[in-house]
């Protein structure tokens, strides 16, 4: 599926400059403009307005560095706010992994966004809570411990009709209040939402074929690009032979720096084609072993062993033990990729470059950008757009088309092609008795 949209159509779907934040996931619930950032990031951690916005047409947007790579995240962790804020599910949005709009909080991996990224939503949602509290009581007359709230309305006790809403309270305006740690978060007894079966907010759209994966991801006046890569690690380039490939329709720019090698042509199947004819001169390197002997040569590199447990007498007990077995485990290299070829997007001009990626770490991976094309950080827009799924061998696809994209001054959109990411190699020996 292709999808094309106008960059008039995205601002007034958004109202946001395309510069600023990554593909939303409903573009007609994103907050208004004065809500979001057009650049700098990321945002300081102990402020609340850096993780909550109440809209007012009663939207609340949760911005968060954790992405939704298909484990179900951007559902569970909107659960928790919501069960926090005593609000509805459906009335929660959000903004992920950009690095103008929300918190730095370390790469999404391990299996860790819950623990960590949610703990800290938790954090923050019981502090604004407990602020929207305060100014309620202020509002009603009524001191806090005798207010009630309910699906986003705070009412006084007994006094139903005296209540005001969360809207009503800062609807459109900032908190201006720091998290200061010391509000107490629910009991999970005390839990409605988390725990509970909900169905994910994610997959309705991926099952209908309206989900915009970053590979489908157009940007108007877009160019197409191919990376060329030797057959070995460490091979360096010798020469370009660019009138093999000056017959080919939409070419636009050869790229060559170094030892990068690119192609830029105003269509995709123009670039599969150059990248494929292009003639490039190697000087090969032989950095890596043979593939039969990749075992034994890892088992070579100096190492820093230590054992993670040492509990009770193994040498005596494989000593006194009926029967002993022994066995050393291989294995090669192995698949580590997503469902879709690694790909991003770049734009880069004007002193500032917007990057769309795959990458599980954008504020990580920022640095390394602005280091690439010469500038600084907070000129750099970086956001995770819609991957389908995505590993950690995902940011190096990156900085590919910024490489391209940084020398036309247009759009440029690079994917790998007839190739994946793969996970490193390994071998373990195993002793056991009985």
Known sequence: MKIEISRRQFLKATGALVVAFGWPIDVKSQPSSAALRTSGGPLPPNQLD???????????????????????VSTSLRQIVADELDYPFEKIIWIQGDTANTVDQAPTFGSQTIKRGGSQLRQAAAEAKATLLSLAANRLGVPVEALTIAQGVISANGDAKNKVTYVELLGGLSFNREISGKIKPKSPSDYKMVGKPVPRVDIPTKVSGEHVYLQNLRVPGMVHGRVIRPSSVGAKLMNVDESSIKEIPGLVKIVAKGNFVGVVCEREEQAIRAARELKVNWQEA???????????????????????????????????AAKTFKSTYQWPYQLHASMGPSCAVADVKNNEATIWSATQGAHQLRPTIAQLVGLFPANVGLSTSRPPAATAT??????????????????????????????????????LWS
């Open 286 to 320: 032989r950095t890596l072993p043979p593939m039969n002997e990749l075992s034994d040569t890892l088992r070579k590199i100096p190492s820093d062993d230590r054992a993670p447990a040492n509990i009770g007498d193994v040498d005596g007990a494989f000593g006194g």
């Open 50 to 72: 850096s993780w909550l916005i109440i809209h007012k047409d009663g939207m609340i947007t949760v911005m968060t560095g954790k992405v939704e790579l298909g484990t179900g």
């Open 394 to 431: 995902m940011p190096p696809m990156t900085p590919q088309p910024m490489q391209l994209s940084s020398r036309k001054r247009r759009e440029s959109r690079c994917a790998f092609s007839g190739c994946a990411p793969t996970s490193m190699p390994g071998s373990h020996s195993v002793r």
